[in-house]
C-alpha cells in the first residue's frame, strides 16, 4: 500500500511539476552549463547502493578545496531554498529506490561506519523528506538526526507520514536548516575516516 501510494503521487508529482522542473533546468544549463544533474551514489534500503539524481546547484572546483559556499550561486541558492533541486528524485521514487518519506539517504562510506544502532536507518526506503528533516535538518547534528530516524522508523504510520508531509509543506513556505552554519554541513562522524564535507551535495 506504501508503495503504491509512492508510485502514483511521484508520477502525478512528475506530471504537474514537469513545467517547474524544465524550468529550474533550463536555468541551471544558463547558470552553470552542463550537467544539469547532479549524480551520486547513495545507500539505499538494507544499504543497497543506488544513484540519487538531484539539479546541480554548485559550480566546479576553481581551486582544490574551494570552499562549497564559495561554488553556489544565486540560481543555486534558489533551488536549494525552494527544495527544486530535489525535484528529480520522484524519479528514484519510481523506481523503487526511495519513498516518498524515510530518513535521508547517506553516503556508502558513512554507512562503512554505521554501528547496529545507526544501521536501524536502512530498514526503510530513504525518503525525499523525513522526521529529521521537518525536525531541524542541517541544524542538528548528525546523533540527533539518527535518533530522529531510528525513532520513525519504529514509529512509522499513515498517519505520522501524512504529518510530515504537512510539516515538509510549510519548511518550503519558510525554508530553515538547508546548510548549517557556515554554509557547511557537519560530516558524518567516525574514527576511522576524516568528517566529510558538504554531506548535503558534494559535486565533484
Avoid: C
Amino acid at each position: 500500500m506504501r508503495r503504491a501510494l509512492d508510485v502514483g503521487v511521484s508520477a502525478a508529482a512528475l506530471l504537474v511539476l514537469a513545467p517547474f522542473l524544465g524550468a529550474a533546468a533550463l536555468a541551471v544549463r544558463l547558470s552553470l552549463g552542463r550537467p544539469v544533474f547532479f549524480r551520486q551514489t547513495r545507500s539505499g534500503l538494507a544499504g543497497r547502493p543506488f544513484r540519487i539524481v538531484k539539479l546541480r546547484t554548485m559550480r566546479a572546483e576553481a581551486y582544490p578545496g574551494e570552499p562549497d559556499p564559495d561554488r553556489v550561486d544565486r540560481v543555486g541558492e534558489f533551488l536549494r531554498a525552494t527544495s527544486l533541486d530535489e525535484l528529480p528524485q520522484l524519479w528514484n521514487v519510481l523506481r523503487g529506490e526511495m519513498s516518498l518519506i524515510g530518513p535521508r539517504p547517506t553516503l556508502p562510506d558513512q554507512v562503512e561506519r554505521y554501528g547496529p544502532f545507526e544501521r536501524r536507518r536502512l530498514e526503510v526506503r530513504p525518503g525525499i523528506t523525513g522526521w529529521a528533516q521537518v525536525n531541524g535538518r542541517n541544524d542538528i547534528d548528525w546523533p540527533a538526526r539518527i535518533r530522529l530516524d531510528v525513532w520513525y522508523v519504529d514509529h512509522r504510520t499513515a498517519r505520522l507520514d501524512l504529518r510530515i508531509a504537512l510539516l515538509t509543506l510549510r519548511r518550503l513556505w519558510r525554508p530553515s536548516g538547508i546548510t548549517a552554519t557556515g554554509g557547511v554541513n557537519p560530516g558524518f562522524p567516525g574514527p576511522a575516516t576524516p568528517s566529510l564535507r558538504a554531506v548535503h551535495e558534494e559535486e565533484r
